[in-house]
Nanobody
Framework: QVQLVESGGGSVQAGGSLRLSCASSSSIYRAYCMGWFRQAPGKEREGVAALYTGGKNTHYADSVKGRFTISQDSAKNTLYLQMNSLKPEDTALYYC???????????????????WGQGTQVTVSS
C-alpha cells in the first residue's frame, strides 16, 4: 500500500502562485507515472499534469500549459506542482496520484491510477 500526502494548498488572488507537494511512502521511480488531478464543485475530476519515465517526460492539460510545472525530488520521494499566474478557474480540490498502468497515453486519466492522496484545496479569487 502506497500512502500519498498532499500539502501546499490555500487561498491566493488571481495572478499569484502556489506550490503543491505530494509526499509518497514509496519510491517515485517505481510508480511508472505520478500525476496531479483536480476537481471543482459540479465538475468531473480532470488531469492537470503527469510525470513519467523517471521524470524525463511530462504532460500537461492545455488549460495549464505554460503556467504550471510538475517536478520531483526522487531523494525525498516527493512530487511537486508549481502553479503560477493562477486564475479563478483553477479553483478546485487538487489530488496527487501514483502508479499508473504504464500506458503513457492515459497519464491524464484518473481511472488509470492506483493510489490517491486526500486532496488539498486551492482557491483563487479575482
Amino acid at each position: 500500500q502506497v500512502q500519498l500526502v498532499e500539502s501546499g494548498g490555500g487561498s491566493v488572488q488571481a495572478g499569484g502562485s502556489l506550490r503543491l507537494s505530494c509526499a509518497s511512502s514509496s519510491s517515485i521511480y517505481r510508480a511508472y507515472c505520478m500525476g496531479w488531478f483536480r476537481q471543482a464543485p459540479g465538475k468531473e475530476r480532470e488531469g492537470v499534469a503527469a510525470l513519467y519515465t523517471g521524470g524525463k517526460n511530462t504532460h500537461y492539460a492545455d488549460s495549464v500549459k505554460g503556467r504550471f510545472t510538475i517536478s520531483q525530488d526522487s531523494a525525498k520521494n516527493t512530487l511537486y506542482l508549481q502553479m503560477n499566474s493562477l486564475k479563478p478557474e483553477d479553483t478546485a480540490l487538487y489530488y496527487c496520484a501514483s502508479h499508473c498502468s504504464g500506458d503513457y497515453s492515459r497519464v491524464l486519466l484518473a481511472s488509470d491510477y492506483t493510489y490517491w492522496g486526500q486532496g488539498t484545496q486551492v482557491t483563487v479569487s479575482s
